[in-house]
């Protein structure tokens, strides 16, 4: 008896997290005008939902039921990165096909958590799962790495050694749950600004490597080795341009976290706790500053994945 082929299912739901950066280790720039990176990125349990279906013709829709998250500024035509990771796979496959994507937003818009990476990620396997195209890993992760130096990550998710100019990605071991208060920001900092302010303020390094006793504080996974562990280069550029983040920052640590953050290149800024019970005190007392626009996450989480198939 030969059984029936299963059909396309209608539509498939792809979950992708925020990430943060424990170390971002930048060089001068390079002559594509990219810098070049050593950095640990983590993904956190802040996520973005993907749901593709398959259309006439290509369109994105962003919805949040999320307080946190102002959708004010995604686009929601065909410069979304969602509708270009789409073309950009059946372009790959030579196909004819479209899609309508839904992206439930969880990650804060441009705050330097790679919301956008996380939907480019989401939307590239949730269209592969669709339409049994089978692409290797190895070609999704070359199509990420030509929509953006985050996407790869998003797709490899947990904690992992960034480089090149942050798209290429290999796991690290890391036995941790890492909890962070994550400080949103409502004004926001474009990525491209802050790295001018980074070249403008000389503040390339000789040293951007990862030194080994990194590498060992998250094999042993003390949260108390939290504050040596990160290093963020934008950091002090971010905060030439923006003295109400250095602000935020050294609130974070008066309201007791073990070290304060700026992620990625902001304007979100993370506060590091020891245990989930520590992060809400942290989140209380950020509070009475009147800091409201505040959530809790851990890391690591996964990467990508599929979380329905209908
Ligand atoms: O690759 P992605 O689209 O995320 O980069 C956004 C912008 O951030 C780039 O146009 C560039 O200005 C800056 N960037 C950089 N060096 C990197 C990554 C990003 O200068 N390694």
Not at 10 to 37: E, Q, W
Not at 70 to 77: F, I, N, R, T
Not at 83 to 109: F, N, Q, S, W
Request: a negative charge.
């Amino acid at each position: 008896m030969s059984a029936e082929p299963l059909p396309d299912p209608l539509s498939v739901t792809v979950r992708a997290p925020a990430k943060i950066n424990l170390f971002l280790g930048v060089g001068r720039a390079r002559p594509d005008g990219f810098h070049p990176l050593e950095t640990l990125y983590q993904a956190v349990s802040l996520y973005d939902d993907v749901t593709v279906t398959s259309a006439d013709e290509w369109s994105v829709r962003t919805v949040s039921d999320d307080p946190h998250v102002d959708l004010a500024g995604v686009p929601e035509d065909e410069d979304n990165i969602a509708v270009r990771a789409g073309k950009a796979l059946v372009t790959h496959h030579g196909v004819d096909r479209a899609a309508a994507i839904e992206i439930r937003k969880g990650i804060p818009v441009a705050g330097g958590m790679a919301g956008g990476s996380a939907d480019a990620a989401a939307t590239l396997l949730a269209l592969d799962r669709l339409w049994n195209l089978q692409t290797s890993d190895e070609d999704l992760l070359a199509l990420a790495a030509g929509l953006g130096s985050d996407v790869p990550f998003a797709l490899v998710g947990g904690t992992a050694h960034g480089t090149g100019r942050g798209e290429v990605v290999t796991p690290v071991e890391d036995n941790g749950t890492w909890w962070w208060v994550v400080v949103f920001n409502e004004i926001g900092l474009p990525t491209p600004t802050v790295y001018a302010a980074f070249d403008v303020g000389e503040y390339a390094e000789d040293e951007i490597g990862i030194d080994e006793p990194r590498y060992k504080m998250l094999r042993e996974a003390d949260p108390d080795t939290m504050a040596l562990l990160v290093r963020n280069d934008l950091e002090d550029p971010a905060f030439d341009l923006r003295k109400d983040l250095e602000r935020t920052a050294e609130q974070i640590l008066t309201c007791g976290a073990t070290t304060a953050l700026l992620s990625g290149s902001g304007p979100t800024l993370l506060g590091a706790a020891r245990d989930a019970a520590h992060a809400r005190e942290i989140v209380a007392r950020l509070a009475e500053l009147g800091h409201e626009n505040v959530m809790v996450a851990n890391g690591p989480v996964a990467g990508a994945h599929v979380v329905s198939y209908n």
